[in-house]
């Protein structure tokens, strides 16, 4: 079996690669191919990747390439996690919208537009190559913003799924609070990517004992703590919603946090640095401990999971992945793009039945998956109006000034990225 990773010089790839070794015998891979222009951080990760391979006894090869037709050829799954303009993109992301008064976030809000323009024409493109190398392949995206990138992908009729590490998170936090295995745990996970809230904690299965009572009731400060809002919140809701929803519960309060300290962009550029100068020790062979502050928390047993059962090693299986709604959420339509719990084997995702979502929640959902239309159609088709449609109708923005303002300030941090600026 042949996985490829584009974007394989991203300073993630060593929790993917751990997850590869450690899982060998649910995702059996001869060769593994990281794919990335960066010779530099390439070259580092490659020689780490095969050191963990090594320590952990995977028998798989592991090259590295710049060649990215050479490198996805024969593969029966390509993983797709790349961040077009670096850290300077990001940061640029999280900055400029605050100046005028909304939240400067990598996926959310201005900045996750701004983030959508410059990736969904590269993955596309990279999905095209794709599919004339190797036709068969599996598309794994699990780059942001998840949601657009998918629909993208599969509206252009990519064998596509999307996949984000917010459930297998909560999984395993909500399975250590009740001191269950994770395993026997499934989330009533609804809602769009970075939108979703977790309707119910079932014992066993879809149809098992909803635990999520219990766990407010015993753990609801733990839980609020980790999500960054006041444990009110979770009362009223009585559900748990992704952290992501913080941008739009306690919107102007982030505002103020973000404008008062150090983005998370100048963060995580001065943890890659320091990651990399790790990455360079011939003697290091296993991930290091800093990288679980990098983010992408369990990014690897789920993706592991989910291309084991997309590729039939493992069978078909259970996973919260992002794909086509097709009447899961009836008051979305069939072709937005949804996250929630699915069935998936070798012929794709199929989504689970899904609990009501309440209007309180099924409101944003269908405001922000009209957005989502919006920005998808600004990303493939460009123009500034296209973009300043997106922004107005976004529920973070939507006010006429503050779009006109964003969108001037979006297009000029990005005209190098987007061919139509």
Same mark, same amino acid.
């Given at each position: 079996?042949?996985?490829?990773?584009?974007?394989?010089?991203?300073?993630?790839?060593?929790?993917?690669?751990?997850?590869f070794?450690?899982?060998?015998?649910?995702?059996?891979?001869?060769?593994?191919?990281l794919?990335?222009?960066?010779?530099d951080?390439?070259?580092?990760?490659?020689?780490?990747?095969?050191?963990?391979?090594?320590r952990?006894?995977?028998?798989?090869?592991?090259s590295?390439?710049?060649?990215?037709?050479?490198?996805?050829?024969?593969?029966?799954?390509?993983?797709?996690?790349?961040?077009?303009?670096?850290?300077?993109?990001?940061?640029?992301?999280?900055?400029?919208?605050?100046?005028?008064?909304?939240?400067?976030?990598?996926?959310?809000?201005?900045?996750g537009?701004a983030?959508a323009?410059?990736t969904?024409?590269v993955?596309?493109?990279?999905a095209?190559?794709?599919?004339?190398?190797?036709?068969?392949?599996?598309?794994?995206?699990?780059?942001?913003?998840?949601?657009?990138?998918?629909?993208?992908l599969?509206?252009?009729g990519?064998?596509?799924?999307?996949?984000?590490?917010?459930?297998?998170?909560f999984?395993?936090?909500?399975?250590?609070?009740?001191?269950?295995?994770?395993?026997? #745990?499934? $989330?009533?996970?609804?809602?769009?990517?970075?939108?979703?809230?977790? /309707?119910?904690? %079932? +014992? *066993? @299965?879809?149809?098992?004992?909803?635990?999520?009572?219990?766990?407010?009731a015993?753990?609801?400060?733990?839980?609020?703590?980790?999500?960054?809002?006041?444990?009110?919140?979770l009362?009223r809701?009585?559900?748990v919603p992704?952290?992501?929803?913080?941008?739009?519960?306690?919107?102007?309060?982030?505002v103020?946090?973000?404008?008062?300290?150090?983005?998370r962009a100048a963060?995580?550029?001065?943890?890659?640095?320091?990651? #990399?100068? $790790?990455?360079?020790?011939?003697?290091?062979?296993?991930?290091?401990? /800093?990288?679980? %502050? +990098? *983010? @992408?928390a369990?990014?690897?047993?789920?993706?592991?999971?989910?291309?084991?059962?997309?590729?039939?090693?493992?069978?078909?299986?259970?996973?919260?992945?992002?794909?086509y709604n097709?009447?899961?959420?009836?008051?979305?339509?069939?072709?937005?793009?949804?996250?929630?719990?699915?069935?998936?084997?070798?012929?794709?995702?199929?989504p689970?039945?899904?609990?009501r979502?309440?209007p309180?929640?099924?409101?944003?959902?269908?405001?922000?998956?009209?957005?989502?239309?919006?920005?998808?159609?600004?990303?493939?088709?460009?123009g %500034?109006d296209?973009?300043?449609?997106?922004?107005?109708?976004?529920p973070?923005?939507g006010?006429?000034?503050l779009?006109?303002?964003l969108?001037?300030r979006?297009?000029?941090?990005?005209?190098?990225?987007?061919?139509?600026?």
């Amino acid at each position: 079996m042949k996985l490829a990773v584009v974007g394989g010089g991203s300073t993630y790839t060593p929790e993917l690669i751990d997850g590869f070794a450690r899982l060998r015998d649910t995702l059996p891979i001869s060769e593994l191919v990281l794919i990335d222009p960066a010779a530099d951080r390439l070259e580092l990760i490659g020689g780490l990747a095969r050191r963990i391979f090594a320590r952990q006894g995977h028998p798989g090869g592991v090259s590295t390439t710049s060649d990215l037709d050479a490198g996805v050829a024969g593969a029966d799954a390509v993983l797709v996690q790349l961040r077009v303009g670096g850290q300077a993109a990001r940061l640029r992301d999280e900055t400029w919208p605050l100046e005028c008064g909304c939240v400067g976030q990598e996926t959310t809000g201005a900045g996750g537009l701004a983030k959508a323009l410059r990736t969904v024409p590269v993955v596309l493109d990279i999905a095209e190559r794709v599919r004339r190398a190797s036709p068969d392949a599996w598309i794994i995206d699990f780059t942001n913003p998840v949601g657009i990138v998918t629909r993208a992908l599969l509206r252009e009729g990519h064998k596509a799924v999307g996949l984000c590490n917010v459930a297998i998170g909560f999984q395993r936090k909500f399975a250590a609070l009740l001191d269950l295995a994770p395993a026997d #745990l499934h $989330l009533d996970h609804v809602g769009l990517n970075h939108l979703t809230w977790e /309707l119910g904690v %079932r +014992r *066993g @299965g879809p149809d098992g004992e909803d635990l999520l009572p219990r766990l407010l009731a015993e753990h609801a400060d733990a839980v609020a703590a980790d999500l960054h809002l006041p444990r009110a919140v979770l009362d009223r809701l009585g559900v748990v919603p992704s952290y992501y929803l913080r941008y739009f519960y306690a919107h102007d309060e982030v505002v103020r946090e973000l404008g008062s300290k150090p983005s998370r962009a100048a963060e995580v550029a001065a943890m890659e640095r320091e990651l #990399l100068a $790790l990455y360079g020790d011939p003697a290091l062979d296993e991930k290091p401990a /800093l990288l679980a %502050r +990098r *983010g @992408g928390a369990f990014y690897s047993e789920a993706a592991v999971d989910l291309a084991a059962s997309l590729l039939g090693g493992g069978g078909p299986g259970v996973q919260v992945v992002n794909t086509y709604n097709n009447g899961t959420l009836p008051f979305l339509p069939d072709d937005a793009v949804v996250e929630v719990q699915a069935r998936v084997d070798g012929s794709g995702p199929v989504p689970l039945a899904a609990p009501r979502l309440d209007p309180l929640f099924a409101g944003l959902v269908s405001h922000v998956s009209a957005y989502e239309d919006l920005a998808l159609d600004a990303a493939v088709r460009g123009g %500034r109006d296209r973009v300043f449609k997106a922004l107005l109708a976004h529920p973070l923005v939507g006010q006429f000034d503050l779009a006109e303002g964003l969108t001037d300030r979006l297009l000029a941090h990005n005209k190098e990225h987007l061919a139509w600026a």
